[in-house]
C-alpha cells in the first residue's frame, strides 16, 4: 500500500508517534510497543533529558559503554571509556595499553588549536579595491562588530585569531571568503564560530553598502552565500606516538625484527594503496570514535576532518606512520580534531559526565590526547594481529557471545563454547557445526533460523 506523507508528525506526543509508526508502518502489530518501551528509563527526569536532546524521539538506542585500563600516557595512569557496539574493539585497544605500559607508555603533544569558519560570499567587481577595503576597514569593524559575541572567549584566552580574505575567483567566478580563524579554548567551537560569522556577514554587507569607494553596481552585486564553521582544522592537531627498542617488541613466537619488519611494510602499505588505507584508518577511527562518543562529543565532525586530512597530499593515506631509526621502533599519528570538554551534550549526558570523570576532568587539549592515544592504541592492536594471527582468531573469540546469543544458546551451552574454541580459530560455520552436533540435529535449519 503506499503510504501516505504525514503532517504535523512533530506535534503529536511520543506515544503518538508510536501509534502513528505502529499502524502506518509495522501492520498494527504492537510488538513493537513493547520493544520501544523496554529501553525507556523508568526515571521520567531523565527519560526527558535523552527524549530533548534530539528531536521526534520514540526510544532510547543503547550502546555499550567500557572501559580500556591500564593507559600509560604522559607518565600518568588512565582508563580510557569506550562507547563502541563492535567486539574486540575495547579488548584491542587493553591489549595494546597493557602492552605499551612496560615499554614507556605513549606520549601526546599538542601541535595546535586552530579553528576555522567562512562567510562564503558573492562580490562582482575590483578585486583589489576589495582587498584595500577589508585589510584597512572591514577588519577592524569585523572585531569590533563581534566584540559581544567573543567577550567570555577572549577572557579565558580565545577569541577570533586571524581574519583574511580570501579570492577563490579562480575556482568560481566572483568567490570570496571571509576565513576566520579562532581559539575556542575547551568547547568544540562549532556554535561560537558560526555566531561570529553570521555577524561578519552582517558587517561585510552594511559596511560595503554604506562605503563611499564602490560603485553602486558593486554593491548591489554583494551576496552572501554561507556563514559556516570548517569541520577542517589542520591546524587543531594532536600527535600521539609510543617508541621502544626495537629488540623489546618480541611478540609471542615472532621474534622482534620480524615483527618489526611486518608491521612496518603493513603501516607503508596503508601509506601508499588508498584501498588497504580506508581499512586502516576506519580501525584507527575505531578507537576514536569510541572515546568521542563516550564523550559526548561529535563523532561525524572527528570523521570528516580525520579522512579529509587523510587526502592532504593528494591521495588517501594512512593516518599513522613508524620508522626505526638506530635501533628505536616509533609509531605515530598526527590527527586534527575538534573536540569540547565544555558545551554539547558534555554537561547534559550523565555517562558522559561520568566519562569526563573517569578521565580526570580533562581540558580539550586532554581530551584530544586521549582520542588520539585510543586510535594509535587500536590501530596498533589490529596491525599486530593481521600481521602475525590474522585478525579472526581475536575477534572472533570476542565475537563469539554474539553468535551463540543470536543462537539462543543457554548459558551451559555458551560455556562450553567458550571451553570448546580455546584452542581454535571461532568461525560462524564452526560454530553451527559444533551448535548442531551438541544438540543432536542434522541440519542448521533445525536450529533457530539464523540468517
Ligand atoms: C581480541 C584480542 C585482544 C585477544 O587477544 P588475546 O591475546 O587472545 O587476549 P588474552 O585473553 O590473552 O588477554 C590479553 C589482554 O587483551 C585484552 N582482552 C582480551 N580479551 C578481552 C576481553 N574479553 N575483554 C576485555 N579485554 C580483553 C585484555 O587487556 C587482556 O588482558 P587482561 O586479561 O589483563 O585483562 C587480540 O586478538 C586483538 O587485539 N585483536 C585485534 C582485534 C581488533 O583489531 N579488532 C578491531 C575490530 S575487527
Ligand atoms: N558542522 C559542525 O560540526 C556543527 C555545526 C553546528 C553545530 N554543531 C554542534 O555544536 C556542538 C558544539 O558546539 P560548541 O562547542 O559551540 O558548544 P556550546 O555552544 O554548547 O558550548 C560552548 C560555549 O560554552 C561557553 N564556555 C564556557 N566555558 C568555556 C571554556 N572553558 N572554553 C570554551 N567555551 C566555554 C562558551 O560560551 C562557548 O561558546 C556540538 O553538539 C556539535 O554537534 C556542529
Ligand atoms: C581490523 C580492522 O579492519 C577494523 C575492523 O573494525 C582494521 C584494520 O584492518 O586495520
Redesign the pocket.
Known sequence: MNKQPVEGFSKLSKDGKIEWLVNEYLNGDDKAIKTLKQYWNNDEDLQKLHDEFSENTISNFYMPFGLAPNFLINGRLYTIPMAIEESSVVAAASKAAKFWINRGGFKTTILSTEKLGHVHFIFKGDCNKLKTFFDEVLKDKLHQDTADITK??RA?G?GISKLELIDKTSQMENYFQIKGTFE?????????I?SCLEQFAKTLQTEIATSSIFSDQEKESLQIVMC??S?YTPDCMVRAEVSCKVEELKDGKVSAEEFVEKFTRAVRIAEIEPYRATTHNKGIMNGCDAVVIATGN?FR?VEACAHTYATKDGRYSSLTHCEVEDGIFRFWIDLPIAV?T????TSLHPLVKLALDILGKPNAKELMGFIAVAGLAQNFGALRSLVTTGIQKGHMKMHLMNILNQLEATEEEKQYFVNYFKDKTVSHHAVINEFCRLRGVSHPDELKKID
Open positions: 567570555n572567549m579565558r580565545g575556542t579554548v575547551d568547547s568544540m567551537g562549532a556554535n561560537f558560526n559556516i564553521l569541520n561529535d565532525a569540547g565544555i558545551g554539547g551534550l
